[in-house]
């Protein structure tokens, strides 16, 4: 799964990422760059709109928009094999697709001892990247618009696999704008981009101080010594 990831560069250092020049929004930070983005938070993430892609602040939980029952759990991840089947997200998958501005993101190894080590797991050339999502607006749940995402998670690469069996779904480079696409993407198009990350990856052990959400800085990438 995805549980928690790290955003720290600036939206202007996505830009190139993401092939989006002239995107609407792209002068302000939609949110504050963080170390350690947890759920219940907001992050910035390009949304699939009727007008366009746009920049915008997403609360991590995802609220689909007919949800009416506060208690209703509000899923931070979704499996990639089941997007199209799947109530909470089918809708979403056609309509409301989104990419997640991301520098690395966290996973936590249980070790023989019952401890979990945390690693920040990024690019293998450190550089920015996006991760698949859907995103939800609701206008019934509270007097508040909830616009909120959730991540795609698929199999790990073989790489990652010693961490955890899944892993967030990061989409090839040449897919970032037909997965922006509204509704003329098709499904079966969009189904087959989600594939396990072709691109190699980097894993560091990081210090337990990324444990608590309240925790932030980049203390919270700082490789460790392997223990």
Same mark, same amino acid.
Request: aromatic letters at 8%.
């Given at each position: ?38 759920? =219940?938070? #907001? ?6 709109? +009727?007008?366009? @892609? ?5 609360? $991590? ?53 019952? =401890?979990? #080590? ?6 293998? +050339?450190?550089? @920015? ?5 859907? $995103? ?92």
């Amino acid at each position: 799964m995805c549980g928690r990831f790290d955003r720290h560069r600036t939206v202007a250092g996505f830009l190139e990422v993401i092939d989006a020049p002239d995107l609407p929004g792209q002068d302000t930070d939609p949110v504050a760059p963080s170390y350690n983005i947890a759920p =219940s938070q #907001q992050a910035a993430a390009v949304c699939v709109t +009727d007008t366009g @892609p746009r920049l915008a602040p997403l609360t $991590w939980g995802f609220v689909p928009a007919w949800a009416k029952n506060p208690r209703m759990p509000r899923p931070i991840n979704a499996r990639a094999e089941t997007l199209a089947q799947k109530p909470m997200f089918r809708d979403g998958f056609r309509t409301r697709r989104c990419l997640v501005l991301c520098d690395g993101y966290y996973e936590w190894q249980r070790r023989a001892d019952g =401890s979990k #080590q945390p690693f920040h797991i990024t690019l293998e +050339d450190g550089a @920015p990247f996006v991760m698949a999502g859907l $995103w939800a607006r609701n206008t019934t749940l509270t007097a508040e618009v909830i616009e909120s995402f959730c991540v795609i998670t698929t199999e790990a690469s073989e790489f990652c696999r010693e961490i955890h069996p899944r892993m967030p779904l990061i989409l090839e480079r040449t897919h970032h704008q037909e997965w922006l696409k509204a509704s003329s993407l098709d499904l079966d198009t969009a189904t087959a981009m989600l594939e396990t990350c072709p691109q190699p990856l980097h894993l560091s052990p990081v210090s337990r101080f990324v444990n608590s959400p309240a925790n932030d800085g980049p203390e919270c990438i700082s490789p460790i010594p392997q223990e």
